[in-house]
């Protein structure tokens, strides 16, 4: 409980409110393979296994949109409903319909990162292609993971309309699938999160046993 009138305590209240809680799942009771994936999965959290092949760029992704009454420079802010900014049509200041212009400056932006991970070679039948599949990771997941990284990844699978035209509400019956990531843990997380004083002392057991094999070859020699 934080005391009325304490300076201090009123600012570590406030940064406790803007405290963000991030989820991170892992070990799931089932792990599927890329292929194994189909419209029963969409909108379920899954666990997959896979090499990490290509990162995109870091892009930044709008999560909470800020818009200003051009009447009365009455502010107002709406969440982002499924990648759509709904823009508010009537001011509750002064009442006035349409008049609301979006401000870029004022809005709240995350990190967003496209990333491309193909089956691992021993979940791939025999004579068939391995298969890919679309990551979208967020926060700080972004970079997480490099090109040719054994990751088992749990996210949120999902599928996306592809429109006809740019220019037409108008979907076609084929949809484009890709996984939300909630998490990345690497298969051999040693060789990732060595520390120095580790990667010492293996320099040192190495440079040991070279010494010791250079003494036997000389004994033997002699």
């Known amino acids: 409980m934080y005391e009325l009138g304490g300076e ?7 940064q406790q409110e803007d405290v963000f809680i991030q989820v991170r799942p892992h070990n799931l009771r089932k792990t599927y393979r890329i292929r194994e994936l189909g419209p029963e999965h969409i909108d379920k959290m899954v666990t997959l296994r896979g090499i990490i092949i290509r990162n995109g760029d870091v892009v930044p992704e709008m999560k909470q949109a800020a818009f200003l009454c051009q009447g009365c420079n009455h502010k107002e802010e709406r969440f982002i409903e499924r990648g759509r900014v709904v823009e508010p049509i009537e001011c509750s200041h002064c009442k006035a319909k349409h008049q609301f212009q979006l401000q870029h400056n004022m809005c709240l932006f995350s990190d967003k990162q496209h990333v491309k991970v193909q089956e691992t070679p021993e979940s791939v039948p025999e004579g068939e292609t391995p298969q890919t599949i679309h990551l979208c990771a967020y926060e700080d997941l972004v970079d997480y993971v490099r090109p040719g990284d054994r990751v088992e990844i749990t996210g949120i699978y999902k599928a996306m309309g592809v429109r006809v035209n740019a220019n037409k509400r108008v979907l076609k019956n084929i949809y484009r699938t890709y996984v939300d990531v909630m998490n ?17 002392n293996v320099d040192v057991e190495m440079q040991e046993e070279h010494e010791r094999h250079g003494a036997v070859g000389g004994q033997a020699l002699n």
């Open 8 to 14: 201090q305590n009123m600012v570590d209240a406030e």
């Open 184 to 200: 990345y843990v690497k298969a051999d997380k040693q060789s990732f999160d060595i520390s120095d004083k580790e990667q010492n």
